[in-house]
């Protein structure tokens, strides 16, 4: 039974209102929770990360979900890869390896290649602006970006020379010797390895088959693939635990190739080392391990193989890519699995979903519990756990931006979305200059002018303080850098509206005869006419009932009185009440959970809350 108190109630209902009049408060039979806005549905269309950068949630035919980020060809926008834990061998989480880039421009990342559990190392290649970390697989294809802003998947494979040298003359003292990893130890008899600073470790693991020269470098500069570096062998030994150090580097061999490299490499030798990587693109700029590629010149690869196994290419999971439409717009996909809900994808799927949304290259990431997506810190496929990580690849933007705001701003004083605390970031030192304005453009508002950058400031906008009203209002941060690389500017929607308030949710008894029931009352405050929805759910959304169907109310103070049943059956356990209120300015809405208790001695009540 409802009720919709009013400042003149029709005659019809004034009986029952005042049998509500003689409702008793209930202590225990409800407990309610804190008021908080309803979020806006998914959005249908395209939002703004930064500009050029556009996020999508796509669901496709069969309830599959797919996250698309999207970047127009632009040279503000870039991609790089990420170490997640800042070290070859630790793993961390996506959202942590974008939080800490921010000031440099990263406002989006997907998680990189497939690693190893027992040493949390990236299974591929790992090269960052030339500087090679970690060697390729090379039976698989690897995400290699170009320093144009293309995108290439490629099979790379390791191509490292060492070579002694005669300390007085630089003339070679033996042929040259191949080392078949960077930054791991040897993993069969025979081979020989390289680890330098970026291993992450300050000495090479130790083990009783190890022998290994340390080398001072000329130059503490990083390895990076087709420059050779020289040095000086100033320690050698076996047993591995050799400490590495900047400026130095560790040659590492195993088993039957020990003595011969620590023969070669005494102390004193000069050493030359050279790393190359076999069918990399000129002009490249970094390379991430993955695979399998799924599109080649707008073909889709459906049997790639490339040394997976058929459970990890046949299973339907959730999965990541990164991908370049033939326009040259750089994408970020990943599709949601059976652990959110989705289908998920087989590898061949996955090619042809890269297919259907234009891909010109497409290459495969990680999947399954690995598959993320994320904008700035916030994941965008929901994972009750994320899983950490060993690398990523993050998408950066060179100026200006502005985190998202709230959708609605009610700035009606009832604690809920009143004000809003923006975040506002540029990568260069500069003048920054930030204003609201009606979408009409007047009036304009100055929220905060200075000086910021590399970094972020963050500002309070509160319409009341402004002194702006109700409507459809623009933020607009504008930033000229000192180096004279240009202006940037990032404008952000929002809608000032006070229309629904105050949201409570109060158990009560109500006495009809000797028949007493529990009830539910729920109140709220409009400030203008709004036609009102009022719902009852369960915490997962799916509804229980509706008690208001676009009614069209008075402003002032508004009651729903709700006898707590569906289908004459209690309804108990934790539900929540929404109100929603529609106006010229849009739909808003408040939302609170409530806990109900089983009416005592009710034979019908049962656990739960029923469905509709």
């Given amino acids: 039974m409802l009720q919709f108190p009013a400042m003149a ?3 019809r209902t004034r009986p029952a209102l005042a049998a ?16 908080e806005a309803l979020p806006p549905p998914n959005p249908r269309g395209v939002t703004e990360v930064a500009p050029g950068i556009g996020y999508q949630r796509l669901e496709r035919d069969g309830g599959q979900v797919v996250h698309v980020l999207r970047a127009a060809p632009s040279p503000r926008v870039t991609l790089a890869p990420a170490l997640a834990g800042d070290s070859p061998i630790r793993r ?36 960052q602006a030339g500087e090679l970390v970690r060697e390729p697989e090379a039976s698989r294809s690897a995400l290699v970006l170009l320093g144009d802003g293309n995108i290439e998947a490629v099979a790379l494979a390791l191509q490292g020379r060492y070579q002694p040298l005669d300390p007085a003359t630089g003339a070679a003292a033996a042929p040259p010797r191949a080392f078949t990893g960077v930054n791991r130890a040897p993993a069969r008899n025979g081979e020989t390895t390289l680890f330098t600073s970026a291993y992450g470790a300050v000495a090479t693991p130790k083990a009783a088959s190890r022998y290994e020269v340390r080398v001072r470098l000329d130059a503490d500069v990083p390895l990076r693939v087709g420059q050779p570096v020289g040095g000086t062998v100033i320690a050698s030994g076996s047993g591995g635990g ?20 620590v023969r070669e490499l005494p102390t004193g030798r000069r050493v030359a080392v050279a790393p190359g990587l076999l069918s990399l693109p000129p002009g490249a700029l970094h390379a991430v391990g993955g695979g ?21 290419t046949g299973g339907r999971t959730s999965r990541s890519a990164v991908a370049q ?24 799927e996955q090619a042809q979903l890269m297919r259907s949304l234009g891909a010109r290259t497409a290459i495969a990431m990680d999947g399954g519990g690995s598959a993320q997506l994320a904008l700035w810190d916030d ?4 994972w009750s756990g994320p899983r950490s990580i060993a690398s990523a690849v993050l998408m950066n933007y060179d100026g200006v931006t502005v985190r998202p705001l709230p959708f609605r701003l009610s700035a009606n004083n009832d604690h809920v979305d009143d004000r809003a605390t923006m975040i506002v970031r540029a990568t260069r030192p ?43 209002y623009v933020v607009v941060a504008r930033h000229e850098a000192d180096d004279g690389s240009g202006v940037t500017e990032q404008r952000r929607r929002v809608i000032f509206d006070r229309t629904l308030s105050s949201l409570t949710a109060r158990p009560s008894q109500a006495r009809r005869g000797r028949v007493v029931r529990q009830r539910l009352r729920m109140g709220f405050r409009l400030q203008r006419a709004a036609r009102v929805t009022v719902r009852v759910r369960s915490t997962s959304g799916r509804r229980i009932t509706t008690l208001v169907s676009g009614r069209l109310m008075r402003p002032g103070a508004r009651v729903v009185d709700w006898d707590r049943r569906v289908r004459n059956r209690p309804v108990t356990g934790r539900v929540e009440v929404t109100v929603e209120a529609r106006t010229r300015f849009g739909t808003s809405g408040l939302v609170r959970a409530v806990t109900l208790t089983a009416p005592p001695g009710d034979p019908r009540a049962a656990a739960g809350a029923p469905g509709a």
Avoid: C
């Fill in 9 to 11: 109630p029709p005659a």
């Fill in 20 to 35: 509500l009049a003689l409702a008793l408060a209930a202590p225990g039979a409800a407990v309610a929770g804190p008021v």
């Fill in 92 to 127: 961390g989480a996506l959202t942590r390896a974008i939080g800490a880039r921010m000031n440099a421009g990263a406002v989006a990342g997907v998680n990189g290649d497939f690693f190893s559990y027992a040493t949390s190392s990236p299974s591929g290649v790992f090269m």
């Fill in 242 to 261: 050799t400490t590495i150090g900047a400026g130095h580097m560790v040659l590492s061999a195993a088993g039957s190739a020990g003595p011969g490299l």
């Fill in 292 to 312: 399998p590629a799924l599109v080649r010149n707008g073909i889709p690869i459906v049997d790639a193989g490339e040394g997976f196994s058929s459970a990890q």
């Fill in 325 to 348: 439409h033939s326009d040259g717009t750089r994408m970020f996909v990943t599709a949601e699995g059976p652990v959110q809900g989705s289908p998920g994808l087989t590898v061949a």
């Fill in 379 to 382: 994941l965008v496929i929901p």
């Fill in 430 to 472: 500069g003048v920054t200059r930030v204003t609201v304005a009606r979408k009409s453009g007047r009036p304009t508002r100055r929220i905060w002018e200075g000086r910021m950058g590399p970094g972020a400031v963050a500002l309070r906008l509160d319409p009341r303080r402004l002194r702006l009203g109700d409507g459809v």
